[in-house]
Structures are given as C-alpha cells and as structure tokens.
C-alpha cells in the first residue's frame, strides 16, 4: 500500500492510499467541527449540522445526492464524534472524481434552508429523546458528567431538547463558516486509485474551503474529577459498575497502545484476569468491557461490569483487588504475549476494508499525525511487563479511579 501526504494552499491537507486490487473506494473527509467547538448554548449543533449538509446544499436538491451516489454504485455516511467529524462516500475505482464532486459540493455549500432546517430539528429532538431513555445511555453520560465536567467532552453530542430546539439556520451557517475551513480539513481516499488521483484532488472544489476562520475561546484543560456515586436507574436490569481513569490524550500513542495492552490483560478473552477469576471461576459478573475513549484533549479509560444486583459488593472489591495487584506480580509474560497478540490481531482486523484505511489515515493526518498506519505494530514491542508496571498499570489504580455504582429503579 502506498501513501502519499500534501497540502494545499489554503491549509488542507490530503491523503491517498493505494490499496492494489481492492472493490471499492473510500472518498473520507474529516473536519475539526466536532462538538468540541460548540459554545455555550450550541450543544448539538455539530451533529444537527451533519444531518443538515445531507439536505442539500446551493446545486443539489434535498435527496439528490443519494440519488447519485446510488446511480455511482455507491454508498454514504456520516458520523459526529466529540473531536471532530466525517464524511465518507464508497464508490467504485471509476467514479472517484465524481463521487469527489458530490461529497465537497454537499460539504462546501450546505443550503440549510428554513423548512427543511426545521423538519429535520424534529428528527434530531426525536434522535435525543430516544436516547435519554435507553439505561446504558443514561449511565454513560452521568459518568461523563461526573468525571469531565465542566469540560465540554462531559456533555452529550447530540445536545439536548433546550439547546437544539433554540439553534436557528443563521447560527448554523456561522458555525459552518467558521469550522469548515482549511486549516480544519483532511480528505483522504483510499483504495484502487487512477495515476492521476492527485491532480483530481488539487482541481476538485476542496481548493474553494476559505483560508481562516475565527478563533474561539475554548478552554482546551481537562480536569479529571475522581469520585464515588451511586445511582438508581430506570428499566435498568441487574447491577453496572463503572469506573472512569484518566487517559493521555491521543498523541501519547505509544501509552495508549500500552493501555490498550492492559486493557486486553484484564478483559479480553476467557483467560484474561478478570474474566478468569469473576466469570469464569467464581461466576458472579454477567459480563465486563474496558474501553479507551482515545480523544484529542485528554481521553478516559472506561471499565463496565454487569452482574446480579445482589453480587455489586463482592464484584467491586474484587475487581479492585486485581486492579491494586497489577502493579505487583499479578501478570506473567504468559498474559503479556497473549495480549500482545490480541493487539496486534485487532489492528489488522481494523485495516481490512479501504474505508477502515481511510478513516485511520484521513484523522491521522488531521491531528497532524503523520505516522504508518502500522506504526502500532512496530511499537508492541516496546511493552515490557517492567514498563507497563512504571507507565501503564498506575492508570489503573481504584484510587484514581472516578466510580458510578447504578442499580435498578425499585
């Protein structure tokens, strides 16, 4: 696979992966207009915007660029995150520059026209109504809110009914204005490219994003709150224990790759020490997950145990009793290479589709990180059970831990 990187003159950068032989393309934009960049009273107006860019823009009417793309042979999506948002079209070798065209004409001039601002506002309220009601959703966010606030990750990204019901068309043109702009944009494709890919790229209407935007005043420190609640949840069924860590932001990729090897130790797999010892031997958890939420400005470790309401005492202090051991002799490099293992397994499991390539290259590159998509691999064996002991299993430890303890609504 080959990669190639440049800029244009206006601050974008670009990426092409050239995948030999693979089905599809993959045309992936990303944008620093996540919900980060909302101000005060904008909760929701990154992901609203996303669904608006859908609703035509000043060439197309609302529908007809699903249309196209459909009649391309291709598909569309789109996702919001707290960092930053993308777009991706997959279309077939041929239709690059067309598909090209169809996406940056939807992302350049978004119409966010009155009627359709307002139908699709009742969606989105609909979308966060939902959402509210799901108990898995509700824990997650009273954890959020518990250990990040007042930063702006602590907050939902579809906002909630107050703000988004108050958001006008003229606050979100504004809001594209000021986001959608050079310096904030990466387009990758990747995929069986034409020679003549990069020219396509530099002629395409990318070159049309504007060169500055206003700088907001948006605090970028995170403090995390280490803490201890309880919860009663509605229609949640049996106990959860949450805990919250304090992660490095996602530039430490060499520790968030050793944190992703503990995390692997602990969790995954049969043989993995917690599932081992609580699910497997003593059989008092449902399930447990550790996931990393790798974000920009400071991300979170994030440990979620399901068991019988009865078992939530015994199962918290024994998931803190492994935890506290980590650091003495708990894990053997036995548990070190099979982790490593699942790693390395699990990153070549995520660069199996020209879209999956796509989406690592095209936010690599919008962070300013210009690394090998496999740089990962190569890093593994940095990991030392020395090492993850000084660097890795500290982040771990209960007592920096921020926990939510939620039971059933009685």
């Known amino acids: 696979m080959k990669v190639k990187h440049w800029s244009l003159s206006n601050g974008a950068t670009c990426v092409v992966a050239d995948i030999e032989d693979s089905t599809l393309t993959c045309i992936d934009f990303w944008c620093k207009g996540g919900s980060l960049c909302e101000m005060k009273d904008e909760e929701g107006m990154a992901h ?3 669904h608006m860019i859908f609703k035509g823009s000043k060439n197309l009417k609302e529908g007809e660029f699903d249309l196209k793309i459909e009649s391309l042979g291709g598909s569309s999506n789109a996702a919001t995150g707290l960092d930053d948002v993308h777009y991706h079209v997959l279309v077939p070798r041929e239709k690059i520059e067309e598909g090209l065209k169809l996406i940056l004409e939807l992302l350049l001039f ?3 026209e009155q009627d359709a601002f307002e139908m699709e506002k009742e969606v989105v309220l609909e979308e966060i109504a939902q959402n509210i009601d799901q108990p ?3 824990i997650y966010m009273k954890l959020l809110k518990g250990c990040l606030t007042p930063h702006r990750y602590s907050k939902p990204i579809l906002g909630d009914e107050k703000t988004v019901k108050n958001i006008n068309p003229k606050q979100m043109k504004l809001f594209h204005k000021n ?3 050079g310096k904030n944009c990466t387009l990758c494709i990747a995929g069986d490219l034409p ?3 990069q020219s396509i790229i530099n002629n395409s209407k990318l070159k049309e994003l504007k060169t500055i935007s206003n700088e907001t005043a948006i605090s970028n420190t995170i403090t995390f709150n280490k803490g201890y609640k309880k919860e009663t949840i509605p229609r949640l069924e ?6 919250a860590w304090k992660l490095p932001p996602a530039k430490e990729q060499i520790l968030i790759l050793g944190a992703e090897i503990a995390a692997t130790m602990l969790c995954e797999g049969k043989s993995s020490l917690i599932v081992k010892e609580l699910r497997e031997e003593k059989r008092i958890i449902e399930s447990i997950d550790i996931d ?3 974000l920009e400005e400071g991300g979170l470790i994030l440990l979620d145990v399901s068991c019988p309401e009865e078992n939530l005492k ?4 024994d998931v803190n009793n492994i935890l506290k051991e980590l650091t003495r002799d708990l894990v053997t490099n036995k548990d070190l290479e099979r982790a490593k293992k699942l790693v390395v397994n699990n990153i070549y499991f995520g660069l199996e589709l020209s879209s999956q390539i796509a989406s690592t290259l095209g936010n690599q590159a919008l962070w300013g990180r210009h690394n090998s998509i496999l740089k990962s691999i190569d890093d593994i064996s940095y990991w030392t059970i020395k090492r993850l002991k000084e660097l890795i299993f500290p982040l771990f430890d209960p007592e920096n831990a921020f926990t939510l303890i939620a039971e059933p609504e009685k």
């Open 179 to 181: 986001n959608y702009v």
């Open 48 to 50: 609203f915007l996303e």
């Open 314 to 317: 015994i199962v918290e202090s």
């Open 195 to 197: 020679n003549e890919v």
């Open 292 to 294: 990393l939420q790798i």
């Open 136 to 138: 898995d959703e509700i």
């Open 238 to 243: 049996g106990g959860r224990i949450l805990k």
């Open 110 to 112: 978004p119409a966010i």
